[in-house]
């Protein structure tokens, strides 16, 4: 029996087969752009991890604040202050827009608040202000809020019945998205502006603003998820950004923690201010480890230069997608 063979026996019997079955490989090591499998064979990374280690899983800087974070404290509570969570709030502020941030552990979980932030608006507007707008091949994650919010019946299959008031509409579809509108009291619109997981579908640029338009006008949260287009993926620091436009709030995670599991919302201060003391919180959301994680990362994404060699051949690839659905 090979290591393979034998480790495989073991996924079997020991875990859930949720994932069925694995790619036959087993990482052992990284080192620069290679992962290393247990025989020592080397495979160049074209995953980085499903954008996560976006600044690579054996940065020199990120390890060193790891080990010297793990070496002062990882995790005390959210019951306390935390300098580290600051840090990494600071620069998404910096980063994106002027406002404040809540710290959770994944993509599904900062989408999860963000579902209840947009409840939370509906509410103080009228009772019945609860329907979400979201859309169809999109993904938000496997939670029963974030899978709801997800525009896909294979995600859904076999758990309903689903959280009610999402409606899910066809992506760049500006007469649906007006109809919703007219016939729905709408608390929030939340979308992907590259849709990952339903197959890298690129939101049109007319359509983004008559997005944000329309949520103005009718008082709805404009929420992008940018768990997967976030923290300089797709050539600027979040992909709302090639549009000129302004969120109420953008969810992240991924490449946030370099692989660290760490989540974020980020809203303005109005936005923010929906969640009053009590009404939302995690355990381990923003503990020190995590939070040091996403101030290494997010410091490295603000160096001078970091865009210089990536942007133009994303800008071309953004392009090329664009011409290739036409
Ligand atoms: C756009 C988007 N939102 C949310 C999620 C869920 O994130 P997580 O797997 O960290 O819960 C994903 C994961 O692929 C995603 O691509």
Redesign the pocket.
Known sequence: MTKLDNIQKQDKEFLFQNYGDRLPVAFKKVEGPYLYDIDGKAYLDFLSG??VTNIGGDNSKFIAKMHEQIDSVIHTSNWFYNQEQIEAAKHISRLAFKGRTLFV???????EAAIKIARKHGMSKSEDCYHIITFTK??????FG?MSA?GNPKIHTGFGPLVPGFIHLPFNDEKALKTAFETHNVCAVMT?LI???GGINLVDEQFVKTLESYSKKHNALFII?????GIGRTGTHFVYQHFGIQPDLI?L??GLGNGI?I?AVHATGKTAALITPGTHGTTFGGNHLASAAADVVLNTISEPGFFRTCKPSLRISIFNFKSAEK
């Open positions: 499903i954008s552990n994944s993509g599904a979980e900062a989408n999109s993904f938000h994650g496997r939670t974030a997800t992907e849709q990952g997981e998820d940018e768990v997967q287009t969810t995670a991924k599991p989540g």
